[in-house]
């Protein structure tokens, strides 16, 4: 039986992703009638801008609300997929674990099920399969780009054309270094593999209760993901932050770049989106699911990136592009001076 009920996570999940009023309407076949020449626009502008080798075209989606919850959903099932397996092999069954199961469907399925609510856009990376590739697709969520034009009373044009820019620059980090794509996945998969602790987390729950009887805090930023780590599963938690936090920054840096150039509204558009990630209602949600460390990765990348340029210049960044053993450790992440003294 699978650990997550995914039908249940799938239902939950479109519930609450709801819709937009104009989703499926002109605005939206329009929007996606043009989105396709947009990104191929912004893709070379963002491989000058990087100097990073763009290869083919993705494909170019506008999406539902509901729609990417349900791709999200499925990439998920995908990556969990062997770990499930060798849960499965363990011999454990009964109504306690099918009850736990549909628990953390509905879990799963309302978190991103409310993420749908509030993402832009997404560079949905290519997976393996056993009888296709998946992925290596654009997607913008139509009814949230619509609502963010409408609410702050952006340019169309403009709006979508920033959004494609940092996009792009995501697909570039995966096609134009060779080696990221299998690192990252590799980086998942280690997570993923160190999530099904031999004692069922029990000797984590002890320590747990070790650290609330001295009075040490519980949860950081990481979340519920970071309160239930082990010591291995926090180093890796800590290398795909620090990995998340450069690739994160430098699409960030990018599209401002480039929108000061290009987007007349580009200064207004990027104060609005800061703001919008500092809502302080948001705050004790992303603390407790781990997404308040997704976006701290934006504050914190930017900053490395706009350091290392102060100190050596922004060709000195190419640097990490050429081997895993060139990425920022997330100590880095805060002290590009080290980092810089370290591969120059």
């Not at 349900?70 to 062997?82: R, T």
């Not at 454990?92 to 749908?116: C, F, P, Q, T, Y």
Request: aromatic share 8%.
């Amino acid at each position: 039986m699978s650990a997550v009920h995914w039908p249940s996570a799938e239902r939950v999940a479109r519930r609450m992703a709801g819709s937009y009023p104009l989703e499926g309407t002109y605005h939206e076949a329009l929007f996606a009638s043009r989105a396709p020449a947009m990104v191929e626009k912004a893709a070379l502008l963002v491989a000058e801008e990087t100097g990073l080798q763009w290869a083919g075209l993705p494909s170019v989606e506008v999406v539902s609300r509901a729609d990417w919850a349900s791709a999200n959903l499925g990439s998920f099932e995908a990556m969990l997929a062997p770990a499930e397996e060798r849960l499965a092999g363990n011999g454990r069954s009964g109504l306690g674990r099918r009850l736990a199961s549909r628990l953390m469907g509905v879990e799963v399925g309302a978190l991103v099920g409310i993420l749908s609510r509030k993402v832009l856009g997404q560079y949905e990376l290519v997976l393996p399969a056993d009888d296709d590739e998946r992925g290596d697709t654009i997607m913008f969520v139509g009814g949230n780009v619509l609502a963010m034009e409408r609410a702050y009373e952006f340019r169309p044009d403009e709006f979508r054309f920033w959004v494609a820019l940092h996009e792009c620059t995501h697909r570039l980090q995966f096609v134009g270094v060779p080696w990221m794509r299998d690192y990252f996945l590799s980086l998942v998969h280690e997570l993923i593999d160190a999530s099904f602790p031999d004692d069922g987390g029990r000797g984590r729950i002890r320590e747990l209760r070790e650290a609330a009887r001295r009075g040490r805090p519980l949860m950081d930023e990481a979340g519920l993901l970071g309160m239930l780590a082990t010591p291995e599963q926090r180093a890796l938690i800590d290398r795909m932050q620090a990995l998340m936090s450069l690739l994160e920054g430098h699409g960030h840096v990018v599209m401002d770049r480039i929108g000061a150039r290009e987007l007349v509204t580009q200064d207004r558009m990027s104060r609005v989106l800061k703001a919008r990630r500092l809502d302080p209602r948001m705050k004790a949600f992303l603390r407790a699911t781990g997404l308040e460390m997704k976006m701290r990765q934006y504050e914190l990348g930017e900053r490395f990136i706009e350091g290392v340029e102060r100190h050596a210049g922004f060709d000195a960044l190419d640097r990490v592009w050429e081997g895993p053993e060139h990425l920022p450790t997330l100590e880095e992440i805060s002290d590009p001076a080290a980092w810089l003294e370290r591969v120059a």
